[in-house]
Structures are given as structure tokens and as C-alpha cells.
């Protein structure tokens, strides 16, 4: 299974890198396949390349559908023996 989350863009980068941030974690990715991606925009990263954009309000509401799993996964893992 992949997984590819969505980031928001802060910073643009010579040699077509960009610096995203997700929970205060900041990683410099590949912009290579997004050519026209800004800074503020939100992409979606897969092993380190953006690998298109992504509606704010989606990526949002992915954002914390991922925060809800983790909950739910910290609560499950606190409930066993």
C-alpha cells in the first residue's frame, strides 16, 4: 500500500526542492513533478516528491481525518493488556 500525505509548501528551493511542514516537522521534498506549485500551496508527497496539488479545504479535511486514526490508534494501543 502507499500512502501520499498532504503538506503545505513554505519555502521553494533551487534545483526544483521545496520545504514543506506537517506537525511542526519540516522536510525538503522534490518539486519536480509540480512545476507549477507556490509557496502556501498544498501538495501531496509521496516518498519525498510532491507529486501533485491538492485543494486546502481537502487537504484539511484529510489532515484530520489522519489526526482521528491516530487518536484512535494511540486509545486502542493504551487499551491493551
Known amino acids: 500500500m502507499c ?4 503538506t503545505q509548501l513554505i519555502e521553494l528551493r533551487p534545483g ?3 520545504l514543506v511542514e506537517l506537525g511542526g516537522i ?14 502556501g500551496d498544498y501538495v501531496i508527497v509521496h516518498v519525498g516528491h510532491a507529486i501533485g ?3 486546502p479545504e481537502e487537504a484539511q479535511r484529510t489532515l484530520a481525518m489522519f ?3 491516530a487518536q484512535l490508534a494511540a ?6 493488556p
Open 16 to 18: 526544483a526542492l521545496g
Open 67 to 69: 489526526g482521528t486514526l
Open 3 to 6: 500512502l501520499a500525505i498532504p
Open 75 to 80: 486509545t486502542h494501543e493504551a487499551a491493551l
Open 26 to 39: 519540516r522536510k525538503e521534498i522534490s518539486v519536480a513533478l509540480v512545476p507549477d506549485a507556490v509557496v
Open 53 to 55: 496539488r491538492i485543494d
